[in-house]
C-alpha cells in the first residue's frame, strides 16, 4: 500500500518535474493531444507476442505512456526513427512479455478481466486508461496473477454500453476511438486510447444508439481516433456534430511517439530550386496522391518503397496529401515524410494538408461558428506543419464555400473535391476568397476508373488558354490503386502542349494568370540573431519564412542566447500584391522598430511589454522595397508577429512569398563569385539553364559575376543579356578576373558537362585500384529495381556488362546488360558514401555520369546531381566492396578503366499474342514483353485469359552479340516450340512440366534473326523461360537489349484474320481506313465494346461501349499502326486501324 500511495504521489509530480528539465514536444494552443514527458529509453517489444498478450501490452503502454513512455512495439520502422531522435532501445524483454509485466507491475494499481475479441476488450482497454490498469484476457489470467497484480473488474459479460453507463465521466470529451474489437484491428490503436482515456467502442452502425451516445458527451472540435463503419456516414455524423476523425484503426505506438521531439526544432519543406515560370499555350496539371489523412498509413509507409519512398518521385512533380495532426501524434515520422520529399533538378514534391484540414470531416457538413473555429486551429497547425495547401473533401451537395479556410494565415489554397464521382465532381471549377483560390479536382487516376493512357488522351486534348481555369487540371492518384509510376507512365504520355507542376507552382500561376496578380517566389528575411538587447554580439543568422514567432519564456535557441537580453534583425525586400496605403503591424514583447524603402514607419525599440504597432507607406504591386525589422527581448515572454493590410489585402502575416533576402553563399560544379580574385558573395551552379530569374534564386543579382571557379568536368557559358541572347564567353576552367570585358557583364549563365563525347559503347568496367569490376549484386538473377552495385572477381559475365549510352557533352548513362536498369545514386540523394544500385532507366539527373580523363586510359565518373565521383567506400579493394558516391579528392578507387566487349543491343522484348484455348483459338489482348522469364503460378497472365487452357505465341527478332554456335533453352509448365531463323530447333508440344529442353543453331554476331516461341498451359502451374549460351556468352535469360518486337500490325496479321473469322458471320466494317480524325465501326448487333492498342501492344483508349456507326474521335493517336479490340456478345475480334496526320 505504502508503494502504491508513493507511485501515486510520483504520478501526479513526476510530469511536472520532467516537462522542467526536458523540453517536451511541441503542442499548438489548443491542441487536443495530451503530452506526458520525452523518454530517454524503451522497452522494445516483439511482434511475435501472443495475441492476448498484445492486447495487455497495448494498454501497458498506454498507462506508463502517461507518465513518461516506456514501451515500444518493434514495428514499421519506428525503432530507427526513434534511435535516430537520441533515444535508447532496450530489448530486454523483447520476447518476455511476463518478464516486461513484471518489471512495471508496482506502477498498476492491478487488471481487468476480459475476452480476447469482443466488446469486453474495448471495455476492458478503455478503462485501463482511466483504472491505471491493464486488459487481461481470460487465457493470460495467470501471468497478470504471477506479476502480483490485483483483479480490479471482470468485464468477460459487460459491453461498451455498460461502460459508458457506469464510468462514463471518467473519459476525455476531446478524444474517443471508433474501433472494431472483434478482428485483429483489436491489436492496433489501443496504446493510444488508454493513453489518452479515450473511450474505445464499435457500433456497426454510425448513426446507431451507442455511437449517437458517445457523440453526445463529446466536445466540439472532438477528434475520433479508428474509423468506423461506412466512410461517409461516419464523417458526416461526425461533421454535423462539429468532430472529425483521423483514420487510424490498425495504428500501433502513438503513445510513445507522440511525446518524442523531432531532430529538427521545425518543420521545414525543401525550397524550390528552379524559379516558378509563366509558360503559355500549355494546359498544366498538378498530381495529388490521395488520402493522407490516413494516420495508420502514414505511420507504416515512410520507407514503402511502392509508394513514399518510391525513387521515381524524385523524377515528377507532385503533391502529397499529410495529416498536419502528425506532427504532434508522431514527430519523428512526420520529419521522415518531410525528408521523403524530394526536389531534384527533375522534379519537386510538395506535401499540402490531408481531408479537410487538422483531420476529416465534410466542411459542409460542419456547423458554420464552429467550422471557424476548427479552422483557427488548423491554421496553427499548418505552420507548425510547414504547410500552405489544404486538400477538402466534402458532400456533393456543398455549398463549398473556401472562405473559413482562406482567410487564414498560413492557407494559400484549397484543393477541393466532392465526395462523389471520385473527387470529380467540382470539374475543375475554381472559386476565390479574396486573392486565394479553391481550386475543385477534374480528373482522377482511380483503379480501372481511369489508366495512364485514358488520363494522358483527356490531359493531352484540354484546353491551353493559361488565363482560364479550363487552362488548369487538378489531378487526383488514388494512393490505394495507383502509385508513383502510373503518374509518371501518365506523363511519359503527355504531348508537348501538356505541363505538369508541384502544387505550390500550381497555385502560383493560378493566382498570377488568372487574378493577374504579382505573385512572388520571395523566401523569407535574413534573420541575425544576437546576445544583448541593443543587438550587440552576432551569434548566428539564417533565413526566416516569416515573422510569426512566439518563443514563450524560452529563446530561439538557449544555448546561443539564453532567454532573455537578446535582440534580432531581419532584412531583406518585400513585395506587395496591390497599388495601395499598406499598413505594416508588429506585435511584439518587447521592442521593435521597422523600416520600409528607408521609412522608419515604426520605431518603439526601447518599450518593453507586450504591444501591437502600426505604421503606413503607400506602395506599389509587384516592385520590391528594402524592409528591416529590429526586435528586442528583455525578460519574460517573447514573441514577434509581422503583419500587412491594405484596402484590397486582408490582414495577415506577410506571406513568405513576398519577403526576398538573399540566401546563404553556397559552392557548386561551378561557383559564381560578386568580386574578383573569388570574393563577396558566391552561389553554387549545377548543370542547367539559368535565367536571371533563377539566378535570383541562388542570390546572384544582374550584372554581378565578377569571378568563378568551374570544377573538372564542367564548362560555363556566360550570356551578356537575359535568356541566353547578346555575346557568350565559353570558360572551361576558373577565373580570378573576367576582366574587362566580362565584369559584371553576365545576365544569364548556362553550366554544362564537359567530358569525354568518344566513350559510347558496351564494356566491362574495372577498378584501376583494386583489379577488380563493376559489378550487379547477385548474378545474372539481380535484375530487379535496387540491386546494389559492387566489385566483384572478373567472369564477363552479364551483369558485369555496361552500356555508355551518351547524352551529351560527356554525360553518360551507364546500363547493366543483363537487367536493362542504369547505375542510379539512390533516393537522389546528395549524401556521402551512398551505395549506389541500378533502377529502371529514366535518364534523370541521379543517373547520369560525366566521364572525364583520369590518366592515360582511365577515366572518373563524375554523378551529375551531387558532383561527387564513383568510387569505393572507405577506399576498399575487397570483393563485395560497395560502390558509392563521394566528394572527389584524388583517391585511387575513382579511377575506372574501360574495356571493350562485342555491342549490346537496343532491344525492346517480344510480341507476345494471349489466347484462350489450346490452340490459339480465341485472341485476348497483344503485349510487349521485354524478356520470357515467367511463373505465373496457378493465375493468369493476364487480364482475360484463362487460369488454365491457354496459348502464348512470341515473335520478333533476337541479335546474337558472339559469333558461333548457341544452345537456346525452355524451361516451361506446359508445351512449347521455338523456331529460330525459321527453324525448329526445340519441338516439345508435350503437356509436361519443369523440364529443361534445348536446340542448337550457329548464328552471326550483330545481325538479328526471327525467333518464335509458342506455349501452351494446360492445367495448374504455369511458368515459361527463355535462355542462351554460347562459347562466348554465358548461360542467361535472353536480355531484352538483345530482343526486338514485331510491330503489332505484321504479329497480328494472321491473329487478325483468323480472329474475325470468329465473329460468326457478323460482317464488321471500319472506315475510312487509314484515317486522320475519326473512323466509324459498322456492325449488326446492338453495341459492342471497343478497346484500342498500339502497334506495341499498350491499351491507348479505356474500354468502352460503342454503336454500330457511331464516330469514334482519333485525333489524339499519334501517326502509326493501331489494332481495335471488339467484344460483341462476349466474341472478340480485332481489326487494324492506320492512323494518317491530320
Not at 82 to 111: M, P, Q, W
Not at 178 to 206: C, H
Not at 536 to 558: C, E, M, R
Not at 1090 to 1109: E, K
Amino acid at each position: 500500500m505504502k508503494k502504491r500511495i508513493l507511485y501515486t504521489l510520483l504520478a501526479v509530480w513526476m510530469p511536472i518535474l520532467f516537462t522542467q528539465a526536458q523540453t517536451p514536444v511541441p503542442r499548438v494552443s489548443g491542441s487536443p493531444f495530451p503530452l506526458s514527458a520525452v523518454p530517454d529509453t524503451l522497452f522494445l517489444t516483439s511482434e511475435n507476442y501472443a495475441a492476448s498478450e498484445k492486447i495487455a501490452l497495448q494498454t501497458l503502454m498506454g498507462v506508463l505512456a502517461q507518465t513518461k513512455p516506456a514501451i515500444l512495439r518493434d514495428i514499421s520502422g519506428h525503432r530507427t526513427l526513434v534511435e535516430n531522435a537520441g533515444v535508447k532501445i532496450n530489448d530486454t524483454y523483447y520476447t518476455n512479455f511476463s518478464g516486461l509485466l513484471n518489471r512495471f507491475a508496482n506502477r498498476l494499481s492491478g487488471y481487468i478481466l476480459c475476452n480476447q475479441k469482443d466488446k469486453s476488450t474495448n471495455v476492458a482497454i478503455s478503462l485501463a486508461g482511466v483504472m491505471n490498469a491493464v486488459a487481461i484476457p481470460a487465457d493470460i489470467e495467470q501471468t497478470a496473477i504471477n506479476a502480483g497484480l490485483t483483479l480490479l473488474l471482470d468485464v468477460r459479460a459487460r459491453d461498451e454500453a455498460w461502460a459508458l453507463a457506469n464510468y462514463g465521466n471518467l473519459f476525455s470529451q476531446k478524444i474517443a476511438s471508433y474501433q472494431q474489437s472483434s478482428d485483429d484491428r483489436v491489436f492496433s490503436l489501443g496504446d493510444y486510447s488508454t493513453y489518452t482515456k479515450a473511450f474505445q467502442f464499435w457500433d456497426s452502425s454510425p448513426s446507431g444508439t451507442l455511437a449517437t451516445s458517445v457523440y453526445n458527451r463529446m466536445n466540439k472540435g472532438a477528434t475520433f481516433f479508428g474509423w468506423g463503419p461506412a466512410e461517409y456516414e461516419t464523417v458526416e455524423q461526425l461533421s454535423l456534430r462539429s468532430m472529425s476523425i483521423l483514420p487510424s484503426d490498425w495504428a500501433p505506438n502513438m503513445s510513445a511517439l507522440s511525446n518524442i521531439p523531432a531532430k529538427s526544432k521545425t518543420f521545414r519543406q525543401k525550397d524550390p530550386i528552379k524559379p516558378f515560370e509563366v509558360k503559355t499555350g500549355v494546359h498544366t496539371v498538378c498530381f495529388v496522391i490521395t488520402d493522407g489523412d490516413n494516420v495508420q498509413w502514414l505511420l507504416g509507409s515512410h520507407d514503402n518503397i511502392n509508394n513514399w519512398n518510391n525513387p521515381t518521385r524524385a523524377h515528377v512533380n507532385l503533391g502529397w496529401t499529410i495529416s498536419p495532426s502528425l506532427s504532434e501524434l508522431a514527430p519523428v515520422v512526420y520529419e521522415k515524410y518531410v525528408e521523403n520529399c524530394l526536389t531534384t533538378p527533375d522534379g519537386r514534391n510538395v506535401l499540402i494538408a490531408g481531408p479537410s484540414g487538422r483531420s476529416y470531416y465534410f466542411p459542409g457538413r460542419y456547423p458554420n461558428a464552429d467550422l471557424e473555429t476548427e479552422t483557427t486551429l488548423l491554421n496553427k497547425y499548418m505552420k507548425q506543419a510547414d504547410l500552405r495547401i489544404v486538400n477538402i473533401i466534402d458532400a456533393d451537395d456543398s455549398d463549398n464555400d473556401p472562405s473559413a479556410y482562406l482567410k487564414q494565415d498560413n492557407i494559400d489554397a484549397l484543393f477541393y473535391y466532392s465526395y462523389g464521382a471520385n473527387y470529380t465532381g467540382r470539374h475543375g471549377q475554381i472559386d476565390w476568397y479574396k486573392d486565394k483560390p479553391s481550386i475543385g479536382g477534374r480528373y482522377t487516376l482511380w483503379g480501372t476508373l481511369s489508366s495512364p493512357e485514358s488520363l494522358a488522351n483527356q490531359l493531352n486534348q484540354a484546353s491551353t488558354n493559361i488565363n482560364s481555369a479550363d487552362g488548369y487540371s487538378l489531378v487526383s492518384v488514388h494512393i490505394w490503386s495507383r502509385d508513383v509510376d502510373d503518374v509518371q507512365d501518365c506523363i511519359n504520355r503527355l504531348g508537348p502542349n501538356v505541363r505538369v507542376v508541384a502544387p505550390d507552382e500550381f497555385v502560383w500561376l493560378i493566382r498570377k494568370n488568372l487574378k493577374g496578380l504579382p505573385v512572388g517566389t520571395g523566401n523569407g528575411l535574413k534573420g541575425e540573431y544576437y546576445s544583448g538587447y541593443h543587438l550587440d554580439n552576432l551569434k548566428y543568422q539564417q533565413t526566416d519564412g516569416t515573422i510569426d514567432f512566439d518563443w514563450g519564456t524560452g529563446s530561439p535557441d538557449q544555448t546561443q542566447l539564453g532567454n532573455n537580453q537578446y535582440s534580432v534583425k531581419w532584412s531583406g525586400q518585400v513585395q506587395p500584391l496591390y497599388s495601395e496605403q499598406y499598413t505594416f503591424y508588429v506585435y511584439s514583447d518587447d521592442g521593435v522598430k521597422l523600416t520600409v524603402n528607408g521609412q522608419p514607419i515604426i520605431n518603439d525599440f526601447e518599450t518593453q511589454g507586450a504591444y501591437t504597432r502600426s505604421g503606413t507607406i503607400t506602395l506599389t504591386a509587384g516592385q520590391k522595397y528594402d524592409i528591416e525589422l529590429r526586435y528586442a527581448e528583455g525578460n519574460g515572454d517573447a514573441f514577434c508577429h509581422l503583419q500587412w493590410e491594405s484596402a484590397s489585402q486582408s490582414r495577415q502575416i506577410i506571406p513568405r512569398a513576398q519577403l526576398y533576402s538573399r540566401p546563404d553563399t553556397s559552392s557548386g560544379p561551378v561557383t559564381v563569385y560578386e568580386h574578383a580574385q573569388y570574393g563577396g558573395f558566391h552561389a553554387g551552379l549545377p548543370i542547367g539553364a539559368y535565367k536571371l530569374a533563377g539566378l535570383e534564386l541562388k542570390g546572384v543579382k544582374n550584372d554581378e559575376v565578377s569571378s568563378l571557379k568551374v570544377a573538372e568536368g564542367y564548362k560555363v557559358i556566360l550570356f551578356e543579356h537575359e535568356n541566353f541572347a547578346g555575346d557568350s564567353i565559353i570558360l572551361t576552367s576558373s577565373s580570378a578576373n573576367l576582366g574587362s570585358a566580362w565584369n559584371d557583364k553576365a545576365s544569364s549563365i548556362k553550366v554544362l558537362a564537359n567530358g569525354n563525347p568518344g566513350l559510347a559503347g558496351s564494356y566491362t568496367i574495372k577498378n584501376v585500384n583494386s583489379g577488380l569490376f563493376l559489378d550487379v549484386r547477385g548474378g545474372l538473377g539481380g535484375t530487379g529495381d535496387g540491386t546494389p552495385i559492387q566489385l566483384w572477381h572478373g567472369t564477363g559475365a552479364a551483369n558485369q556488362t555496361f552500356t555508355l549510352k551518351h547524352l551529351g557533352d560527356g554525360r553518360y548513362t551507364i546500363t547493366a546488360y543483363h537487367s536493362a536498369k542504369c547505375l542510379d545514386i539512390p533516393q537522389s540523394s546528395l549524401n556521402e558514401d551512398v551505395n549506389l544500385w541500378q533502377w529502371t532507366n529514366q535518364e534523370a539527373a541521379n543517373q547520369q555520369f560525366i566521364a572525364v580523363q583520369a590518366d592515360s586510359g582511365y577515366y572518373r565518373f563524375i554523378s551529375v546531381l551531387s558532383g561527387k565521383v564513383l568510387s569505393t567506400l572507405n577506399e576498399s579493394t575487397t570483393p563485395e566492396a560497395k560502390v558509392v558516391q563521394h566528394t572527389g579528392t584524388g583517391q585511387l578507387s575513382a579511377r575506372w578503366q574501360l574495356l571493350s566487349v562485342p555491342p549490346v543491343g537496343n532491344g525492346n522484348g517480344l510480341t507476345g499474342n494471349y489466347y484462350n484455348g489450346m490452340n490459339f483459338e480465341t485472341f485476348v489482348f497483344s503485349r510487349l514483353d521485354p524478356t520470357i522469364n515467367f511463373d505465373w503460378g496457378e493465375g493468369a497472365p493476364g487480364t482475360g485469359v484463362n487460369t488454365n487452357g491457354y496459348t502464348v505465341r512470341w515473335t520478333g527478332k533476337v541479335e546474337p552479340r558472339y559469333a558461333g554456335q548457341y544452345t537456346f533453352y525452355i524451361t516451361s509448365d506446359n508445351g512449347r516450340r521455338l523456331w529460330v531463323n525459321n527453324q525448329l530447333i526445340i519441338d516439345k508440344w508435350l503437356d509436361d512440366w519443369d523440364i529443361e529442353y534445348s536446340g542448337t543453331i550457329t548464328l552471326t554476331a550483330g545481325q538479328q534473326y526471327d525467333i518464335k516461341l509458342e506455349y501452351f498451359e494446360n492445367n495448374g502451374g504455369a511458368n515459361c523461360k527463355l535462355s542462351w549460351s554460347s562459347a562466348s556468352q554465358g548461360k542467361e535469360i535472353i536480355p531484352k537489349n538483345q530482343l526486338y518486337a514485331t510491330p503489332l500490325s505484321l504479329a497480328n496479321s494472321t491473329v487478325a484474320t483468323a480472329y474475325e473469322k470468329t465473329a460468326t458471320g457478323k460482317d464488321i466494317v471500319l472506315y475510312p481506313n487509314p484515317a486522320a480524325t475519326h473512323v466509324k465501326l459498322k456492325f449488326s448487333a446492338p453495341k459492342a465494346r471497343m478497346i484500342i492498342y498500339d502497334a506495341l501492344g499498350r491499351q491507348v483508349t479505356p474500354s468502352r461501349i460503342i454503336y454500330s456507326g457511331q464516330e469514334i474521335n482519333t485525333a489524339n493517336l499519334r501517326p502509326g499502326m493501331y489494332l481495335i479490340q471488339l467484344d460483341i456478345n462476349g466474341v472478340k475480334t480485332t481489326k487494324h486501324l492506320v492512323k494518317s496526320a491530320e
